[in-house]
């Protein structure tokens, strides 16, 4: 008979490592890059990321604190999603350095700055997908009785898309070619997807 562990997060999991984020996994990665109001790039990671709605496509990803990424959106109203590729993994997690607000974390892991066709904001010019994005919403998230946590859920509206032509096999995006690289749980643990591990299942017709 299988056993079950239950535990009640604010009273601590008991565990080596909490094991939330590596339940819901892999996850996306939010790889922002945002300009502040004099000009100043940052470029962040985050793993708290996806897609919320197709028409207009609206995207999300919460920031665990008022970080720089948060208040270079506040105040220009606008960033971009650079799709993290395994290529692009070591850039990326370099990228996740908490650094002086006045370090250009482009220049950090040796990335080009791109400037976007929509938005102000540059992208990584080296990523296969980028989303130009215009913020909709900050929201303080709240705990269940009300109070402020230290997150903030940052919403933008997708404006434009660069894609990787290859990417596309006669006009289908082929999620697997592009091998997205996507966050596990614990503090290092990374997946990937291959196009052998596809499975296909379609909805049921009424």
């Given at each position: ?7 009640e ?37 985050y ?23 948060v ?35 482009f ?91 596809r ?7 009424p």
């Open positions: 008979m299988r056993t079950s562990y239950f535990y997060p604010s009273a601590g999991h008991g565990l080596p490592h909490d094991p939330f984020n590596a339940i819901v996994a892999p996850r996306p990665i939010g790889w922002v890059s945002t300009s502040s109001g004099q000009g100043g790039l940052n470029l962040a990671p793993s708290f990321f996806n897609a919320v709605n197709y028409t207009p496509p609206l995207i999300a990803f919460s920031s665990i604190g008022h970080k720089d990424t208040a270079n959106i506040e105040a220009t109203g606008e960033f971009c999603w650079n799709l993290v590729t395994t290529e692009l993994g070591e850039q990326m997690n370099a990228t996740s350095a908490a650094v002086d607000t006045e370090i250009d974390e220049e950090l892991a040796g990335l080009t700055a791109a400037p976007s066709r929509v938005v102000s904001v540059p992208h990584v010019g080296q990523a296969r997908v980028v989303f130009e994005c215009r913020r909709t919403q900050i929201l303080r998230l709240t705990d269940a009785s009300g109070e402020d946590t230290p997150a903030r859920m940052v919403f933008g509206e997708v404006v434009g898309v660069h894609l990787d032509e290859s990417l596309l096999d006669d006009g289908v995006y082929q999620t697997a070619a592009a091998d997205p690289l996507l966050r596990g749980g614990g503090p290092a643990d990374y997946f990937r997807i291959r196009g052998e591990d499975l296909r299942m379609h909805r049921p017709q």
